[in-house]
Structures are given as structure tokens and as C-alpha cells.
């Protein structure tokens, strides 16, 4: 098992307090539990999107390349996308 001081720092003022508060130990458990169920639920999302947005890249692709699209013209079409991107990005507002 590992101690909570091995997770956070916690300042010794507080700590003293802390350890006055009956249950605290059990609540920080559970909040904790609850904290990386969430994340792993978050991650789990987000890796799913990245894959949807890869299959998605893929199947536009293929769909291109079917089309007569050359790998160079796709180049050329990505650097101007990327440009006009970057371009609003610099702007001042």
C-alpha cells in the first residue's frame, strides 16, 4: 500500500488538522477512486476520437487516391491549408 505523503504534499499545519477529522482517510480513498475512474474514462474517450479521426483521415484518403489525386498535388493542397491556418494564428487582433 502506498501512503497518501507518497501521492501529494501536504503542509504539516494541515496535516495536523487533517488528521482530526474523523473519516478523512476513507473520503480521500474514495475521492481518489473516483478521480482516476474518471480519467481513465476521459482517456479512453479521447483514444477513441483519435482513432475515429485516423480511420476518418484513411477513408479520405483512399477516396483521393481513387479520385486521381497525386500524392504531390495533396502536398501542395496541405501546405496551403496549412499556411492560411497559420496565418489566423499570427494575426493581431
Known sequence: ?????QLAEIPDDLAAEAAQVP?????????IRAEVSQHNRRK????????????QAMAEAEEM?????TVEQARKDFARVYEE???????KP
Open 44 to 55: 479512453a474517450r479521447k483514444s477513441m476520437e483519435a482513432r475515429k479521426l485516423v480511420e
Open 23 to 31: 473519516g478523512l482517510p476513507v473520503r480521500l480513498v474514495s475521492f
Open 85 to 91: 491556418i497559420m496565418s489566423k494564428i499570427e494575426e
Open 65 to 69: 487516391k481513387k479520385s486521381g489525386v
Open 1 to 5: 500500500m502506498t501512503n497518501i505523503l
